[in-house]
């Protein structure tokens, strides 16, 4: 079945730092993959998409590549900002299945220091 | 316009009774998804909804979970004789898959956050 591993957190750095928040993905068919973010006492917002293999998605500063050959859609982000501390969720919905629900990984929880 | 909006944002109950959960779907969007949020876990999927129709429930954890949708709009979540394991947040989210957002983005609401004491 669709699955999604996601690294495990807390991951703590220090304000410009890079960050990369790796996902990888299993999946039939060929599913849009997502990239949530919840910040600390707030709902779940789409951060950023793509729906094919190549496509990058990017918003905030954050980008995240769809590779095919490699299953993933690692998350990325140049200087991180205090402001970023938050849970990032790695999602896929595969549009074959008819329902196009949420595969979720398990969520990776942020902190930026000042 | 207005988001997703889900009802009571929090709850606590005693085991063994019952509760329901609602949801308010951005008005317009044919699909409702209801998902679930264990404490230090992953957002487990419950529930889909198209239209009035639930083609796949195949995330109910047990026939002590139900759910409802009416006029293409709200949706009510039922547990029955509830559990302390049935304690997590519990999401809403809609789509509209053929409008303007095709990849189906899916908007969630703030959550009700349920404990079962």
């Known amino acids: 079945g669709n699955s999604v591993t996601q690294m495990e957190g807390p991951v703590t750095l220090s304000e410009e730092a890079f960050l990369t928040i790796n996902c990888t993905y299993t999946a039939t068919g060929y599913p849009s993959l997502f990239w949530y973010v919840q910040y600390p006492g707030e709902g779940l917002q789409l951060l950023l998409k793509a729906t094919k293999a190549d496509d990058k998605g990017s918003n905030k500063g954050f980008e995240a590549t769809y590779r095919k050959e490699t299953t993933s859609f690692h998350l990325e982000k140049g200087s991180v900002q205090v402001s970023d501390s938050a849970v990032y969720f790695c999602?896929?919905?595969?549009?074959?299945?008819?329902?196009?629900?949420?595969?979720f990984g398990t969520g990776t929880r942020l902190k930026v220091l000042a | 316009g207005a988001g997703v909006s889900q009802s009571p944002s929090n709850k606590v109950t005693e085991k063994g009774k019952d509760v329901e959960l609602r949801c308010d779907p951005i008005s317009g969007h044919t699909a409702l998804y209801w998902y679930r949020q264990r404490l230090g876990q992953g957002l487990e999927f419950l529930i889909y909804f198209q239209g009035n129709s639930a083609p796949d429930k195949s995330g109910l954890p047990s026939d002590r979970f139900s759910a409802e949708r009416t006029g293409e709009s709200v949706s009510t979540l039922t547990i029955q004789r509830t559990q302390q394991e049935d304690s997590a947040v519990y999401l809403c989210a809609s789509s509209s898959p053929t409008g303007e957002h095709p990849y189906n983005e899916q908007f969630f609401g703030p959550g009700t956050r349920l404990t079962v004491l």
């Open positions: 999602a896929l919905s595969d549009p074959t299945s008819g329902t196009y629900k949420y595969i």
